[in-house]
């Protein structure tokens, strides 16, 4: 089993709409947990934190749910400029070197 | 310093040649991070570097596989008699000692195309 496995999508919206999906995780020890955004051939970039109590950045919302091991993001308000790949990211060790799920293709349409 | 530098940006090599890729760090950053990413799939991680000393190796990465990184410094990636099965976008990130992931830098790269 995969440490962290997300829905690969892909998931085809309008412009406007809101857009969620989840990763879940498969060790109850980790302790860091991140949503990446990559665009097509290009390198993982940072898109924000997930906290225990939820967070929002924008039009980001981020939540954790420790005891179902799952992280969700949802975007409202999509725009043609969040068509990417999502990638669910952990940290379980004191080494912080990064789990990636495999990613949540998200296309936004016009 | 701008970021972390990976060259080449892409390289095309034969199967059963040899290739080393170069990864420049942020300077101030003593830990360095190699990952692996196949088409659909997440990056996975290969080894990491804090300072010279090599603290861990994926079980990804076979004995056709040795990373170095002299002086604590820039590192180098090396594949011997590379298969078509190598063939991925190679990613290096540093990181400050004791960041999480607020602290990580991703270089744009290396792909790899073995033919």
């Known amino acids: 089993r995969k440490e962290v496995e997300q829905d690969p999508g892909p998931f085809n919206v309008p412009e406007g709409a809101t857009v969620a999906f989840n990763c879940t995780y498969s060790n109850s020890a980790s302790q860091s947990f991140f949503w990446y955004r990559q665009d097509c051939r290009k390198e993982p970039k940072l898109l924000m934190s997930v906290y225990s109590s939820g967070n929002e950045d924008g039009r980001f919302t981020a939540q954790l749910n420790r005891a179902s091991q799952y992280i969700s993001l949802l975007i409202r308000d999509s725009k043609l400029s969040d068509s990417a790949t999502y990638l669910c990211v952990v940290i379980s060790g004191s080494d912080y070197k990064l789990s990636f799920g495999a990613g949540t293709t998200v296309t936004v349409r016009a | 310093d701008t970021g972390v530098s990976q060259d080449p940006r892409h390289k095309i090599t034969k199967r059963g040649q040899n290739v080393t890729f170069r990864c420049d760090p942020i300077s101030e950053h003593n830990r360095l991070y190699w990952y692996r990413q196949t088409l659909g799939q997440g990056p996975e991680f290969l080894t990491y570097?804090?300072?010279?000393?090599?603290?861990?190796k994926s079980r990804l990465l076979s004995d056709r596989f040795s990373a170095e990184r002299p002086k604590g410094s820039f590192s180098t990636l090396e594949i011997q008699r590379t298969e078509q099965g190598d063939s991925a976008m190679y990613l290096c990130a540093s990181s400050p000692r004791g960041a999480d992931t607020y602290g990580y830098t991703f270089g744009s790269g290396t792909r790899l195309t073995v033919v």
């Open positions: 570097f804090q300072n010279e000393a090599q603290l861990e």
